[in-house]
């Protein structure tokens, strides 16, 4: 098994909370078993968060959003992955108009965004993470009862025009040319954010062997590491540094890279963390990264989704959850190049806990694929 350590923690990142508030207070509106999967995972991630208890309060206006007229927050609030931060962006301003509520979003890595629940005692009516193991191992169940797996994606290699090498690399050399000298390789804090140890796993991976065959010997993957460098936290702060020259080519997310307008290469499915089989997950779980904030095991990308129990307007949170499990916000995922998860999948021992408007637009297994639920 490939390893790597990172010691820089936390306290490494640099704080890029994106705060999207809006002060908008609108005249409220009222309102099987197939699943389309790219990549999503199994497999478990490392420590245990320590527990902190967050409280709170909130102003409410009436809504007809229930046929009962109960009482709905005039706000809410969502913690979610920086990559997460172009669809969320998008259904922002739709979901406000449609229900009369004021939507306030903090983009950070996901395992930051995590954190800000269990070791600092913030509350937040959605979590939304590119890993789904955080919320199974780390909300549930001390912070929350339940989650969702809403979507997936896949890791890619962006660049510029102007980038060395940049006439010449392909999906069949991007290694040789990422090895050269004078070449700065940039990704995320694999201690807070998914992005980052993922990035470093799709390193690893080009080394191991995958139906007898590697793309890569250990000393190119040693070059790999020796280039590579991690300028910010959060995947969103990347493509600034790439376009200023700063970084001459980024791992990240296949999403931002589609949607950024910069050339990107598609990688490997050996590499790359989109297939949710049984072989590939064995595969992928070959990758393993240590960081201040836990070990993290590679395997298949999945999103996960949930209503935390800190959550101070869980109904809002639930419509937020519905929003993406159904047309309006699987079409958005679909336009910023993420894969949704249709219909979107929930543990079959949490499935008493799920809200009844999630629970009615998706489906409780006890696995999904290779995924352990």
């Known amino acids: 098994m490939s390893k790597q350590r990172f010691d820089r923690g936390s306290s490494g990142e640099t704080d890029q909370s994106q705060t999207a508030s809006r002060r908008r207070f609108l005249a409220a509106a009222g309102a099987a078993t197939v699943t389309a999967l790219a990549g999503c995972s199994g497999g478990g991630d490392g420590s245990d968060s320590t527990t902190t208890e967050a409280s709170g309060g909130e102003s409410t206006s009436m809504s007809t959003d229930t046929a009962t007229e109960t009482p709905m927050a005039d706000s809410m609030t969502i913690f979610h992955a920086g990559s997460l931060a172009p669809p969320f962006s998008e259904a922002e301003p739709k979901f406000e108009d449609e229900y009369g ?17 269990t070791q600092q005692g913030r509350s ?14 780390r909300i549930v169940p001390d912070y929350g009862d339940w989650y969702a797996i809403f979507t997936t994606n896949s890791m890619s290699i962006q660049y510029r025009e102007d980038s060395p090498g940049a006439d010449e690399i392909s999906k069949d050399n991007w290694w040789e040319v990422l090895t050269r000298d004078d070449i700065t390789i940039g990704h995320s804090d694999p201690a ?24 890569y010997d250990d000393a190119t993957y040693q070059k790999l590491r020796e280039n590579s460098t991690v300028p910010t936290g959060t995947e969103t702060n990347l493509e600034g540094q790439l376009e200023s020259g700063e970084l001459d080519y980024v791992f990240y997310y296949q999403s931002i890279s589609a949607s950024s307008g910069l050339p990107y290469v598609d990688l490997q499915p050996e590499v790359d963390l989109s297939q949710a089989t049984s072989e590939y997950a064995q595969h992928y779980a070959k990758a393993e990264v240590e960081t201040g904030s836990g070990t993290f095991t590679g395997a298949p990308i ?47 021992a949490a499935e008493d806990a799920v809200p009844d408007r999630v629970m009615e637009v998706a489906s409780a297994q006890e696995t999904l694929g290779p995924l352990e639920l």
């Not at 009516?125 to 590119?130: A, K, P, Q, T």
């Not at 807070?192 to 007898?212: C, H, I, S």
């Not at 929003?323 to 958005?332: L, N, S």
């Open 124 to 137: 937040a009516d959605v979590l939304g993470v590119s890993d789904f193991r955080l919320i199974r191992n």
């Open 101 to 117: 509520v004021d939507v306030n979003r903090e983009a950070k890595g996901s395992v930051a965004s995590t954190q800000k629940i």
């Open 192 to 215: 807070v954010d998914p992005g980052g140890y993922r990035a470093v796993m799709t390193q690893q991976l080009g080394t191991e062997n995958f139906n007898g065959e590697r793309l």
């Open 302 to 348: 999945a999103y996960g989704i949930t209503v935390p129990g800190v959550a101070e307007a869980p109904e809002r949170g639930a419509q937020w959850v519905e929003y993406f499990a159904t047309e309006p916000g699987r079409t958005i995922l679909k336009e910023l190049g993420l894969v949704p998860v249709d219909p979107v999948v929930v543990p079959a």
